[in-house]
């Protein structure tokens, strides 16, 4: 039994609950993030933020990171989405191309997919040999770790679906003429390995999760549970975060006081 396999998804909220959950993380996510910028409080750079959003295909990515963004200056923070790499990507190192995207002090980004492609999809179709994945979980640590001693928040998830959810979602897609887009034929082909998948995440779990760059496991079966968990998990993250690197925590505003 993995870790998986302990999320409880049958979590939900409504929508009403939803609503007042994520106005509430909204407020502090934005203080905290104006805090880290330097633009409110003592108006000095905050550590970094890095948010690593991975999930099985339809499990809300996209979803949770716009509600997770939704109140925020598009100057504050920048979402970036990692696909297959290039031609010219592949003639270097795998980490290579993710370096030029991450945030410095005082900065906030978010991404859609990773670094993490090597020890799933990489791994699962064959993109890399057996040597080069085993290889990839302890630069992956090195690489965090690099991070995180610079003063990196780094924060990880992965959106977890049950397989009957995500045929649904498969086939919803299918059905709207405006999200029929989003429904491909390698969605498919992953699916069909699923079990293949399966393992590589649990392993992905057990061999990088670390202290100073934890996996936060999301039951997705409910979107409106997994937006919310993904803001407040941010939102406690960045508190620690801004705790360990000896800055003084905002007290929490008045509400609607956030602009």
């Not at 996996?215 to 997994?226: E, M, T, V």
Request: with cysteine.
């Amino acid at each position: 039994m993995g870790r998986l396999d302990d999320l409880d998804l049958s979590a939900s909220l409504n929508r009403k609950e939803e609503a007042r959950d994520l106005d509430r993380a909204w407020e502090r996510l934005t203080q905290l993030r104006l805090t880290l910028g330097g633009l409110i409080g003592a108006r000095t750079l905050g550590p970094p933020v890095c948010i690593v959003f991975e999930g099985w295909d339809a499990s809300g990515k996209g979803g949770a990171i716009k509600r997770l963004v939704a109140q925020m200056d598009p100057r504050h923070v920048r979402v970036v989405q990692f696909s297959a790499p290039s031609s010219n990507e592949r003639r270097h190192h795998f980490l290579w191309r993710f370096f030029p995207q991450l945030p410095g002090w005082g900065g906030m980004a978010v991404f859609d997919r990773s670094w993490y492609g090597r020890v799933l999809v990489e791994r699962v179709d064959d993109l890399a040999t057996r040597e080069q994945w085993l290889r990839a979980y302890d630069e992956i640590n090195s690489f965090e770790r690099t991070l995180a001693d610079e003063g990196m928040i780094l924060i990880k998830f992965w959106l977890h679906i049950s397989e009957r959810e995500q045929l649904k979602r498969f086939e919803r897609r299918g059905d709207d003429p405006l999200k029929v887009w989003k429904l491909t034929e390698e969605d498919w082909h992953n699916r069909a390995k699923r079990a293949d998948y399966a393992q590589a995440i649990e392993d992905m779990v057990a061999r990088t999760d670390q202290p100073y760059a934890p996996w936060h496991l999301i039951a997705g079966n409910s979107k409106r549970y997994a937006r919310v968990k993904v803001i407040q998990t941010v939102i406690e993250r960045i508190e620690r975060g801004m705790t360990q690197w000896g800055m003084e925590l905002p007290p929490p505003l008045e509400s609607g006081k956030v602009a």
